[in-house]
């Protein structure tokens, strides 16, 4: 009988995953505030180091490739880990620089920012392939839950940590605390990984002699390969639409609310603590009813999707009617209402994307996963400028400030109506996908 993780298993790799969420935080919050007010850079600067990181990322299935080839998925895990702690290293040693020799500096904080983005996409796919291929259906959603819980928990607490142990700020303090956090995550990772593929009967998961023609392609091939399943093609373009919608409002909700509704910065900060709320909120729930009635159809993931999607769209709606009606709107009630809607969209989006990773052609779960998430990471890199671009173009058309803010509200509520489609139309374990395990296909790709 196959072998699953167990939670004690599941608690690991999300330690592991929250010592990831730890450097990046320290990167793209402390370091991008350090370059923006002590140092006084334009905040053009670490805007653009930060979408250089997810650039990057679009090499996640040429990792996932990679992983697909050897028997183990933690040596790639923890080189990415290494990765993403040395280019965190580095990019703080660039921004330290970055008064002395501005040029230096620069090119110091690009190598970091890639070698950030080359670290994240290769721990965070193949701890995503590997939890897809040994948590068992029932727990996927609260499994997924539980990472990203803990990733969350790792955000909170580096940012929180290093706040104070940033005060008062010097150069040396910053290359301490960071050193000291790439260490404690390196530790982590190395511990929370020990033998954790290497338990009495995980030859089950090894590679039989049939697949390993499969797995010795070149990239180009199985990335092919993996594109011409329906399936897995229809998945990444719902992922990209709903996470392009997912974080288009990031940058201009704070705004709204201040301009629009009076917020204070405070408040307005508060605001976003609300959104965080919702979101932790929808993912227990989803991780509750799922795990509970994963069997049934109030524990369909692909559900939860679609209809994550439609409450999506309907609390953006909300916003865009605030817009017009301005302060009588609850606008905190609504802001928690999409937060939940948002965070059981997206872990039910986590929980299918792990049960589709293994769906289709074997020896291609790399590839699957690394595809969906260079799908994400180039969704969050466009967001934030869809969003901010939309609402420039929307002031300049549009004379009333709510009204303005409101219509950029309403795209992004259709284009999470546009994903709950796109979900709905997914049939999981279909004719088509089994046809795809049977095609030999050839490099189409120009």
Not at 298 to 326: D, E, M, P, Q
Not at 345 to 361: K, V, W
Not at 388 to 403: E, F, K, P, R, Y
Request: include cysteine; charge should be positive; hydrophobic fraction near 55%.
């Amino acid at each position: 009988m196959t072998k699953t993780f167990g939670w004690a298993e599941i608690i690991r790799l999300g330690a592991v995953q929250a010592s990831l969420g730890a450097i990046v935080v320290l990167m793209t919050s402390t370091l991008n505030r350090i370059m923006v007010v002590e140092l006084a850079l334009p905040a053009l600067l670490p805007g653009a180091l930060v979408a250089l990181h997810y650039l990057v990322q679009v090499s996640r299935p040429r990792m996932g490739h990679g992983s697909d080839q050897g028997s183990r998925r933690t040596p790639w895990i923890i080189g990415g880990m290494a990765v993403l702690a040395i280019g965190a290293i580095i990019a703080t040693l660039a921004t330290l620089l970055m008064n002395a020799s501005p040029v230096l500096g620069l090119l110091l904080s690009v190598a970091g920012f890639v070698m950030i983005g080359l670290g994240v996409g290769a721990a965070g796919t193949s701890l995503l392939v590997l939890l897809a291929m040994r948590v068992a259906a029932e727990r996927r959603a609260a499994a997924a839950t539980t990472v990203w819980l803990m990733m969350i928990v790792g955000f909170a607490v580096t940012a929180g940590t290093a706040g104070q142990l940033l005060d008062p700020y010097t150069p040396v303090r910053l290359l301490g605390v960071t050193i000291s956090v790439c260490a404690m995550a390196m530790a982590i990772t190395l511990i929370a990984l020990f033998r954790v593929e290497h338990d009495p009967g995980d030859e089950e998961f090894l590679p039989h002699h049939a697949d390993e023609q499969a797995r010795v392609v070149p990239f180009r091939v199985a990335l092919n390969e993996v594109w011409q399943e329906p399936l897995a093609r229809q998945f990444t373009v719902f992922i990209f639409v709903s996470m392009l919608a997912y974080s288009a409002q990031d940058l201009i909700l704070e705004p709204f609310a201040g301009t629009v509704f009076g917020y204070t910065p405070g408040e307005s900060t508060s605001l976003s603590g609300v959104q965080h709320a919702g979101v932790l909120v929808g993912m227990l729930l989803v991780a509750l009813v799922g795990s509970r009635f994963a069997r049934g159809r109030v524990g369909s993931l692909k559900l939860w999707c679609v209809g994550g999607c439609i409450a999506s769209a309907a609390a953006l709606a909300g916003l865009a009617v605030a817009g017009h009606v301005g302060p009588p709107w609850p606008l905190k009630a609504n802001v928690f209402l999409m937060g939940a809607a948002n965070g059981a969209f997206s872990i039910a989006a986590i929980g299918q994307m792990m049960r589709l990773a293994t769906e289709g052609r074997a020896a291609r779960e790399g590839v699957r996963m690394g595809l969906w998430g260079a799908a994400q990471a180039i969704a969050f890199g466009f967001g934030g400028l869809l969003g901010t671009a939309a609402s420039d173009l929307a002031h300049w058309l549009i004379a009333s400030t709510g009204v303005a803010y409101g219509s950029v509200f309403a795209l992004e509520a259709v284009l999470f109506i546009a994903s709950a489609l796109l979900a709905s139309r997914m049939t999981i374990g279909s004719k088509p996908i089994a046809a795809a395990r049977e095609h030999s296909a050839q490099p189409s790709f120009s």
